[in-house]
């Protein structure tokens, strides 16, 4: 009796060792991959694939990037001067992208009549306003970046305010566009003027993170791909020392874009 009592406890004590050391392993596995388990589990929920156009399982580096309408100021002028040098594995996939920026556009001129406006976007040889120029595309996607023309005069929340107001013009006349907010890309280090600096602009970026959560739409951190360990423009990718790019800089700007495609399937 005695002995067969000291079996069992044995074969107990065996089972939850083996126990043990299974839920040992499998709480390292989760933890050794747990930010790619967040990220599946963040990008496939039903949530953040509401209004996302259907998947195409031909999709193509140029077919995706043709797909979207970029709107901004002279950093996303800069994907339109380098569109024909800018390549993704052998391949000018900017070759035919819609692109409607300008030198010193901010949220200020998209949200005033063009009539009043020292800067507009052009659209056929005509100024027009971003919503207007969307609403005249197939493009599914658009894709915006400004902010750094306006954060050297007005404060964060009044960034954000007035970016609210460009996404509602934008979403009232083509309910079935696609938006996604790339982040503000950095300064050279020690670089400012008026009231911007990397400081303020990691804080815009982070506002505009919550304003795109808010608006169940996609925030992509593009900014991300050209940034020192120090959160500030790498000085090697800027073309004036201060804030504008160099073709380096957009070839790792657009390989961001195809790395983190918004439909989350491959491409490549």
């Known amino acids: ?30 933890y050794i991959y747990r930010e790619d388990i967040y990220y599946f589990l963040h990008n496939n929920s039903s949530e953040n694939k509401k209004n996302i156009p259907e998947k195409d399982s031909a999709l193509t580096p140029r077919k995706y990037l043709e797909n979207i309408v970029f709107i901004g100021d002279s ?15 052998d391949s000018y996939v ?22 009043s406006n020292a800067v507009n976007l052009i659209y056929e040889d005509k100024p027009m306003k971003p919503e207007d120029i969307i609403s005249q595309r197939d493009e599914n996607y658009v894709f915006i970046c400004l902010g750094l023309n306006d954060l050297v005069s ?24 696609f938006i996604v ?44 791909a050209i940034r020192d360990e120090n959160n500030c423009l790498d000085k090697a990718l800027s073309s ?14 657009i390989e961001y874009l195809l790395y983190n495609t918004v439909t989350g399937v491959s491409i490549y």
């Open 240 to 253: 004036d020392g201060y804030c504008h790019l160099n073709i380096n800089a957009y070839k790792r700007l």
């Open 75 to 89: 950093i996303m002028q800069g994907l339109d001067i380098y569109r024909d040098s800018i390549d993704f594995r």
């Open 181 to 224: 907010i790339l982040s503000v890309t950095p300064l050279v280090s020690g670089q400012q003027a008026g009231g911007i600096s990397n400081v303020v602009i990691i804080k815009a970026n982070n506002m505009l993170a919550d304003l795109a959560n808010e608006r169940d739409i996609i925030f992509l951190d593009w900014a991300e």
């Open 1 to 30: 009796m005695n002995e067969n009592k000291k079996n069992d406890k044995t074969t107990l004590i065996i089972w939850l060792v083996i126990m043990l050391a299974v839920f040992s392993g499998i709480f390292a596995v989760f």
């Open 94 to 115: 900017l070759e035919n992208v819609t692109i409607a920026a300008s030198v010193g556009y901010g949220l200020r001129h998209a949200l005033s009549d063009v009539s």
């Open 154 to 177: 007005v404060n964060t929340d009044k960034y954000i305010e007035m970016y609210g107001e460009l996404l509602d013009n934008i979403q009232e006349k083509s309910p079935d566009k």
